[in-house]
């Protein structure tokens, strides 16, 4: 019901920058509590990194992002984006797009990930 497409990864030196995109799309695309940016590194479990809450726009951040990542949304359109500043190489990661549907109790529809790594 919600189609979630993220862009923007890539390969960055340490300290370097990168912009990712999500754009949610179909019949609950605007039904959205929340949307928020996930990760999970070769072996690790996956980790929160930031979401905001789409009324009111408070946003939410991992202790291991704070200060270097941003995360904003698109004025009308379903899409947020994950602005992240002075990145380090445990940043390296699979990032994953999520909603959090009105009405359900927790992230329901995930996008398939966009790849970024961090060299040193």
């Known amino acids: 019901q919600v189609q979630l497409v993220e862009s923007g990864g890539g390969l960055v030196q340490a300290g370097g920058s990168l912009r990712l995109s999500c754009a949610a799309s179909g019949r609950r695309a605007f039904s959205s509590y929340a949307m928020g940016w996930f990760r999970q590194a070769p072996g690790k479990d996956r980790e929160f990194v930031a979401s905001?809450?789409?009324?009111?726009?408070?946003?939410y951040y991992g202790d291991s992002v704070k200060g270097r990542f941003t995360i904003s949304r698109h004025r009308v359109q379903p899409t947020i984006y994950l602005q992240m500043n002075s990145l380090k190489t445990e940043d390296t990661a699979v990032y994953y797009c999520?909603?959090?549907?009105?009405?359900?109790?927790?992230?329901?529809?995930w996008g398939q990930g966009t790849r970024v790594t961090v060299s040193a």
């Open positions: 999520a909603t959090h549907p009105v009405g359900a109790d927790t992230y329901t529809y």
């Open positions: 905001i809450r789409w009324s009111g726009g408070t946003t």
